[in-house]
């Protein structure tokens, strides 16, 4: 029998050399590997007749051979094998590549079941490499859900698949630290029947009610480790409350732009904050572009006024580096007493020791950069305000650190993400919430196109146009690397990499197209970023890693491809992209099916430009049914939960953990059980705290 902490090496056939391919998906225990859940599932569906194949769709056919396979060479260690297959409705061919002896399987005259993806040749729907399936094998996974697993080289899902079997058979499961009565109120599964129930589903319902249990818990120690969070910061106070200071008030009349009533009003919160006898604990909620940035200036600037010092953090050290700039460029205009510092990982180790001198010495009063500015070997002259960017909030263990050092910051949150009222208030229990809800009034509305793969030469056209106008364009894709595996009946996901090599081809050689995605490394990142921010590159194709924060007021078109892979808060957040300057901007969201309740909830984007609408626009228009295989991103990255999607879970957990606090705090008046729940937080949860940079 296994536990959970287990490494994985005890599993029989995870050996050291395999244990590394799992090491990069981040499995390290058992605990690790069964919370690798699929990212999707495919079903076997029934057997169709060879008149109703469609392109791309993953089809069983029963069907006779015909024509004996014929394998042609094309050069040395290529050859392809073409077999004709007919049914009593139509023929078609079947090609497979260096199989030669795939003939020895197949006889002139007999029926087989062959099951793979269909592609189009010469205009011919064709099967490609299709597996020939016995009678006995289809009629065991037919109509089951079989789990696709996100894979990394040198591990299929296949593989994948197998060891997880094994670890669901050999797990000692224990006693479900989930109270049962817990379980019963909420209708939740036990936690085997769960783990069990996500990875191998017999259908949709147990799917579902398998993935209920583990959402729930998911927000449930989320939300626990907030109310523990808010109990602590509501004793902190404040023993040197800050002064208001002229220079804010005047750098707000010098700007080249009126300041809109929402940034008025939320300045003067934060201002109010910082001066009175309790920390600032802040959230400011704000839609891309309404103009977080200058905000964080000002409380800066008080902060600094009242000499302290002030750490701006992004999430990214791309983000970081454009913060520092526009920090930069603002001193130089308006002549602060600003003297910022940039602290990122991707500095020598001679800039990193003269940047943490500035720090500790006081001589830099801002220092911007990514989140590892609050840990490591940082220390701080006087460190009196935090900002985090586009962020997470702030962790029970940040607070910690910097509580260690004798620091007792006050903290204010920026957030683009749109999220209702009633979810933010579980959500960020903890903060006060500002919400910057208007956007500057001299902007362009953004034009924007939903449409099929069709459009797709006219987008190009349009892209080629607008580059030659000296305008830049940002294309995304899903995926990262052309990924071969079959998927099910779902369309062909793009990729980044294959996609720049086809508009290098298909855009004027004068074009310059470069590609960025989160597996390349920070320096590298950071170089694309820069080139692309200098105008040096063009068109930057990309995953979404760019949706946070960039501002490239140059960018004007923004595109989309499988923008039905993407929740409709995402897509808004990835518009925000465009649209920061003086000209038009544009974005095209190009869906590969055509499926109508698809277009209609794309359709959202089209009439609204307001995210709070549109991310509960998406949670009403998909419904229960569709759970799986989309996500919103943002800044709540549960495994498996989506605070859009899943908000009822989300309120259902709410209720719940006022129940369980009060077994925290009083646990003489509850049974055993709660104990068990509380040991696993303890043990398991609490530990991990810094989850809150969820
Ligand atoms: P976000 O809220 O998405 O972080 P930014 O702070 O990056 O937005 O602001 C986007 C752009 O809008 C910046 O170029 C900024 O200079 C500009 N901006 C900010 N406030 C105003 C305003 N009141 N009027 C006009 N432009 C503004
Ligand atoms: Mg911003």
Redesign the pocket.
Same mark, same amino acid.
């Not at 732009?257 to 809109?260: D, E, N, P, S, V």
């Not at 704000?286 to 964080?296: H, L, R, Y």
């Not at 500057?440 to 902007?443: E, G, L």
């Given at each position: 029998m296994m536990r959970l902490n287990d490494p994985i090496t005890e599993l029989k056939g995870i050996g050291e050399k395999t244990a590394i391919f799992y090491h990069k998906l981040n499995i390290f225990s058992i605990e690790d590997l069964i919370k690798h859940y699929p990212r999707d599932y495919e079903e076997w569906r029934d057997i169709v007749k060879i008149g109703e194949l469609k392109e791309n769709q993953v089809h069983a056919v029963r069907a006779m051979v015909i024509s004996a396979p014929q394998t042609i060479h094309i050069r040395k260690n290529m050859s392809i094998t073409t077999v004709r297959i007919k049914d009593d409705t139509g023929a078609c061919d079947i090609i497979y590549f260096n199989m030669p002896y795939i003939k020895n399987n197949l006889q002139v005259g007999k029926q087989y079941i062959f099951r793979g993806r269909i592609v189009l040749k010469n205009h011919m729907i064709t099967f490609d490499q299709p597996k020939i399936v016995s009678a006995q094998e289809f009629a065991q996974n037919v109509h089951r859900l079989t789990p696709i697993y996100p894979t990394t080289k040198g591990l299929t899902i296949a593989a994948i698949t197998k060891i997880m079997h094994l670890a669901v058979d050999c797990l000692d499961w224990g006693q479900d630290y989930l109270p049962a009565c817990v379980c019963q109120r909420y209708g939740l599964p036990e936690l085997k029947s769960a783990v069990t129930g996500i990875h191998f589903p017999k259908n949709y319902i147990e799917l579902t009610a398998a993935r209920k249990r583990l959402v729930f818990e998911e927000f449930l120690f989320f939300i626990l480790s907030i109310m523990i969070l808010k109990d602590m910061t509501a004793q902190e106070t404040n023993d040197a409350p800050m002064m208001r200071v002229a220079a804010c008030q005047d750098l707000i009349c010098k =700007?080249p732009? +009126? =300041?809109?009533a929402a940034?008025r009003r939320v300045w003067e919160e934060i201002e109010q904050d910082m001066c009175s006898t309790r920390l600032m604990n802040r959230l400011v909620q #704000?839609? @891309? #572009? *309404? $103009? +977080?940035?200058? @905000? %964080?200036v000002l409380a800066i600037l008080m902060c600094v006024m009242n000499h302290h010092q002030a750490a701006f953090m992004a999430p990214t050290e791309v983000l970081a580096k454009q913060h520092y700039e *526009?920090v930069l460029e603002l001193v130089q205009n308006y002549q602060l007493p600003l003297k910022p510092v940039l602290l990122t990982g991707s500095l020598t180790a001679k800039e990193k020791r003269r940047a943490k001198e500035n720090i500790v010495l006081g001589t830099g009063n801002v220092i911007i950069g990514t989140q590892a500015l609050l840990q490591d070997d940082v220390d701080f002259h006087d460190l009196r305000l935090v900002i985090t960017?586009?962020q997470h909030r702030f962790g029970v263990k940040q607070r910690e650190t910097l509580a260690l050092k004798g620091m007792q910051p006050h903290i204010l949150v920026?957030s %683009?993400t749109p999220i209702p009222r009633t979810l933010a208030l579980i959500l960020y229990g903890d903060l006060d919430i500002s919400v910057?809800d208007e956007l500057? %009034?001299? /902007?362009l509305p953004i034009k924007n196109c939903v449409v099929n793969t069709n459009y797709r030469q006219k987008a190009y056209e349009f892209i080629a146009k607008e580059v030659e106008n000296g305008r830049q364009v940002y294309v995304i894709c899903p995926m990262v690397e052309p990924n071969d595996e079959i998927m099910g009946d779902m369309p062909i996901l793009e990729n980044v990499v294959e996609y720049t090599e086809k508009l290098k081809k298909t855009l004027p050689e004068t074009v310059c197209v470069e590609y960025l995605h989160g597996q390349m490394n920070p320096k590298a990142k950071n170089f694309i970023m820069e080139e692309f921010a200098a105008h040096r590159i063009d068109v930057l194709v990309s995953t979404t890693v760019i949706e946070v $924060?960039i501002?490239v007021?140059n960018a004007t078109v923004m595109l989309v491809e499988n923008a039905e892979r993407f929740g409709l808060a995402q897509l808004h957040q990835l518009r #925000?992209r465009v649209g /920061? $300057?003086k000209d038009q901007s544009y974005c095209i969201l190009i869906s590969s099916t055509t499926q109508n309740d698809t277009m209609e909830r794309l359709q959202v984007l089209n009439r609204s430009n307001d995210g709070f609408f549109i991310s509960s626009e998406d949670m009403r228009l998909r419904g229960p049914g569709d759970l799986f295989g989309i996500r919103q991103s943002g800044q709540f990255q549960f495994r498996l939960g989506d605070i859009y999607q899943d908000a009822k879970i989300l309120q259902e957990a709410q209720n719940c953990a006022a129940n369980l606090y009060d077994a925290y705090t009083h646990p003489e008046k509850y049974s055993r059980e709660y104990q068990v729940f509380w040991e696993h937080y303890e043990t398991n949860i609490a530990s991990n705290v810094d989850f809150i940079n969820i």
């Open positions: =700007l732009y +009126k =300041l809109t940034q #704000g839609d @891309v #572009g *309404s $103009g +977080k940035t200058i @905000v %964080a *526009s960017d586009e920026m %683009a910057m500057p %009034a001299n /902007r $924060g501002n007021p #925000g /920061r $300057g």
